[in-house]
């Protein structure tokens, strides 16, 4: 069944708020886990407005699912100028002294407040297929951000990457708008087709909630969600453990209520 990974970048951001280890990202992850999360994400950009570089290390040294680390692999080192907050290296150079099980490459700039869009690679391929390569190199999966756009899937496909991981802002939009949900839901199970073709694995993840992602289950062969900003909203009513429960729920599985 589709695998729950739990990102934890807005747990990140609520400690950032203070000078100050609550909430502690290991402890947290670890709530998550006991809860059943197959795995847990980080995104750590390079101003580290939520995740920091020494969380993806704390991380590493206690993880026992799977860690999947995104970004942007263009970004280069950055000097924090924090008290006690280390100088990021860039996002390759972290990821290769992490050695996560995953890493998703995403094309986010700076001034973004979030991810918003796939690669494009007509324009960018030549320079993210060494780096896919790269990464593989070290027994690292890789996965590229991608629109359900087929004729960028099948570019993808052509780097050599193990997966893609669909970004889902267009559906969960429709579906809190009243849009055309189905329409919308086609293209992401077409979008799936294509990745199944190309013979890549699928993942999917932006603002999916427990609301959509039921729904969202039809798109086929789909490996792994990755999910935190609803989660960790459902966690200040439910509880962490509660809303990690579920989600599992959500994506079908049978699991029992877990302690707020």
Do not use: W
């Not at 280390?86 to 995953?102: C, H, N, T, W």
């Amino acid at each position: 069944m589709t695998a729950l990974s739990v990102n934890l970048n807005k747990i990140a951001l609520i400690r950032n708020s203070r000078d100050t280890r609550n909430p502690d990202i290991p402890r947290h992850a670890q709530i998550c886990i006991d809860a059943g999360a197959d795995g847990i994400t980080v995104h750590p950009r390079p101003d580290q407005r939520h995740i920091r570089v020494q969380d993806c290390h704390d991380l590493a040294a206690m993880l026992t699912v799977e860690f999947n680390m995104e970004g942007n692999p263009m970004t280069g080192p950055r000097q924090s100028g924090r008290r006690g907050v280390s100088d990021y290296p860039g996002f390759m150079a972290l990821v290769k002294e992490i050695r996560p099980a995953q890493c998703t490459l995403v094309p986010d700039g700076d001034n973004q407040l979030t991810s918003d869009h796939g690669f494009d690679l007509k324009r960018d391929g030549d320079i993210v297929a060494p780096l896919v390569q790269e990464l593989q190199a070290l027994g690292i999966r890789t996965s590229l951000f991608m629109d359900p756009d087929p004729e960028q899937i099948r570019l993808a496909a052509q780097t050599g990457t193990d997966r893609i991981e669909l970004y889902t802002e267009s559906y969960a939009r429709a579906f809190a708008n009243d849009g055309d949900v189905e329409a919308v839901l086609q293209r992401f199970i077409k979008a799936a087709e294509v990745a199944a073709d190309a013979g890549l694995g699928l993942n999917a993840g932006h603002d999916l909630d427990l609301h959509n992602l039921p729904l969202f289950t039809r798109v086929p062969n789909l490996l792994e969600v990755s999910i935190g900003h609803a989660l960790t909203v459902d966690a200040l009513s439910m509880g962490l453990s509660r809303a990690v429960a579920a989600y599992q729920r959500a994506l079908g599985k049978t699991v029992p209520d877990a302690a707020a």
